[in-house]
DNA sequence: GTGTATGCAAACGGTTTGCAGAACG
DNA sequence: CGTTCTGCAAACCGTTTGCATACAC
């Protein structure tokens, strides 16, 4: 288990345990989100067995502390993934498949915009794109 | 009920039955998205009683029709809104008010950079903005 | 008349809650 | 050692499915 899970926890002052740094390091290492269970099998191939409740509380600690982000690719369920690397994703609607785009993220530059006309402070968004695939075009 | 439901529906080749009118109508009104529980209910001030089950369904032959778009707030479930009014919307994280964002919809311009970078066909998105609302600010 | 839309009942999947025991600091 | 985290069981809620009846075209 790497170091960097333990200092992330520390960084904001959550209780170190095996399953927290799991998870961590397990997120650190996918390439587009997981779901709950995912990440629960993902852990068990680490063979780090958690309870699937014990899982959604991670995560639910995980997001308050701003560590993890929740992402909804209109499947029904969340996916998540760490909140330190910022960036979108392309979803098929036809094969499901995901893929990051990595493109400058032109909706943190509206925060201003919205915080002056709304009175509001913005702290977060959502942004996905949803279409078909170079497999599912033809 | 509205002539413009009866319209809406012949444009798109869909049947036209009471409770479809009415659910565009219902749409049409609101000022902001409604889940699934809270159109059945705007449905019976109406007097139009449906079925959840039918809700479900038409809401979903709705978006497959594309006049019916599927938003999340991170709730847990979906709101539903007329796709014709295309804008985005702001959520406080604390209160959960509503807002809609009407400014110009930066995502869209994003359309062809990212079919041309990752060879796939764009055709929707969402982009929802989170955060604290004047009042929970204070 | 034919095919689709609706209502009802039941199932389903993701998520949350309560409580007792285990582990962190 | 006190507080927090975890596992287990059960409940919860939004959503989907199967089937019989009613309605649109």
Redesign the interface.
Known sequence: MSDNSRDVLISVNLKVTKGRRAIIDLLASIAHPYDIQEIQKGLKLRHVLLDTVTVYRIIEVFIQAGIVR?I?F?EGK?RYELASDHHHH?V??NCGLI?P?H?VC??K???G??EN??????????????????KC?S
Chains 1, 2 share one sequence.
Do not use: N, P
């Open positions: 929740q909804d209109r969340y392309f098929c609607r893929e785009i493109d032109v909706a530059e509206q925060y915009l919205i006309t709304h009175g509001v402070k913005v702290e977060d968004h959502s942004l996905e794109f949803f279409g078909l695939c170079s075009r």
